[in-house]
């Protein structure tokens, strides 16, 4: 059974940062597409980051040169480093795999995490 689970999420003041950690199990991480999404609260879910099997990253405009992307696949761990938070960057944060890159991309992959709740104070 696939499963993924976020940690890592809290609450800082702006300028802080937080790494998030998705633990994979069911499956190897390094076989999945896999991506970072957030929701805050009245607003729809959004992309933060992507990376494909091979590592290559995509980001939002909203987060570029402030969160990076990577994966242990030893570990088979996903992280999100996030650096220099802002306010709008509260949001619960969930981490998403699946096989096909664009199911990732247009946020219909069928594997998701609950969410871990990031929280930025000015």
């Known amino acids: 059974q696939v499963q993924l689970v976020e940690s890592g999420g809290g609450s800082v003041q702006a300028g802080g940062a937080l790494r998030l950690s998705c633990a994979v199990s069911?499956?190897?991480?390094?076989?999945?597409?896999m991506g970072w999404f957030r929701q805050a609260p009245g607003k729809e879910r959004e992309r933060v980051a992507l990376?494909?099997?091979?590592?290559?990253?995509n980001y939002a405009d909203s987060v570029k040169g402030r969160f990076t992307i990577s994966k242990d696949n030893a570990m088979n761990t996903l992280y999100l480093q996030m650096n220099s938070l802002k306010p709008e960057d509260t949001a619960m944060y969930y981490c998403a795999a699946d096989p096909s890159w664009y199911k990732v991309v247009w946020q219909t992959s069928n594997f998701w995490g609950r969410g871990t709740q990031v929280t930025v104070s000015s």
């Open positions: 069911g499956y190897t991480s390094s076989t999945y597409h």
């Open positions: 990376i494909q099997r091979d590592g290559s990253t």
